[in-house]
């Protein structure tokens, strides 16, 4: 009883580690996916993808300095107060617990809106948090900073 107990486990785990190692690549997939979509949405004013990617317990601590909720940040998104001209994000990291993602890289935006930086550009460091809620990904915390200049 003992050796089959221990075949099977030499036999099946592997397979079970090579099984998650799978869903994590596709779950990666997804997280770089939606990133895609966040940075299209936001360059294209797209508050109804937005809703759908933010969690209605998101978070973000903005690079200003404010600590604000999805009901703020669509709240300035709509209002026209946040918006870009230009966007580029460069996902550095990403790695898996379970059914959250850390997310985390540089990103390069022009500002536009009624910000008081319109109209220049800023290098960001940004961290970005998943989480898997009802069957799909949606961001529930977000860290962005402006990297001084030197």
Same mark, same amino acid.
């Given at each position: 009883? =003992?050796?089959?107990?221990?075949?099977?486990?030499?036999?099946?785990?592997?397979?079970?580690?090579?099984?998650?190692?799978?869903?994590?690549?596709?779950?990666?997939? /997804?997280?770089r996916?939606?990133n895609?979509q966040?940075?299209?949405a936001?360059?294209?004013n797209d508050v109804?993808?937005?809703?759908?990617?933010?969690?209605?317990d998101l978070?973000?601590?903005?690079?200003?300095?404010?600590?604000?909720? =999805?009901?703020?940040?669509?709240?300035?998104?709509?209002?026209?107060?946040?918006a870009?001209?230009?966007?580029?994000?460069?996902? /550095?990291?990403?790695?898996?617990?379970g059914?959250t993602?850390?997310?985390?890289?540089? /990103?390069?935006?022009?500002w536009?809106?009624?910000?008081?930086?319109?109209?220049?550009?800023?290098?960001?460091?940004?961290?970005?948090?998943?989480?898997?809620?009802?069957?799909?990904?949606?961001?529930?915390?977000?860290?962005a900073?402006?990297?001084?200049q030197?």
């Open positions: 009883m =003992k050796r089959a107990v221990l075949a099977f486990v030499v036999v099946a785990a592997p397979i079970l580690t090579a099984g998650q190692a799978g869903n994590d690549r596709l779950d990666e997939r /997804e997280i996916r939606l895609v966040e940075v299209d936001l360059l294209g109804a993808t937005l809703k759908r990617l933010w969690s209605d978070v973000v601590t903005n690079p200003f300095n404010r600590f604000i909720d =999805k009901r703020q940040v669509v709240g300035m998104t709509e209002s026209g107060t946040l870009f001209t230009a966007y580029q994000r460069q996902i /550095e990291y990403v790695r898996l617990y059914d993602a850390i997310v985390a890289g540089a /990103e390069t935006v022009v536009a809106g009624k910000l008081p930086l319109t109209g220049q550009t800023s290098q960001l460091r940004f961290t970005g948090v998943w989480m898997k809620q009802g069957g799909r990904w949606q961001e529930v915390a977000r860290h900073s402006i990297v001084p030197s």
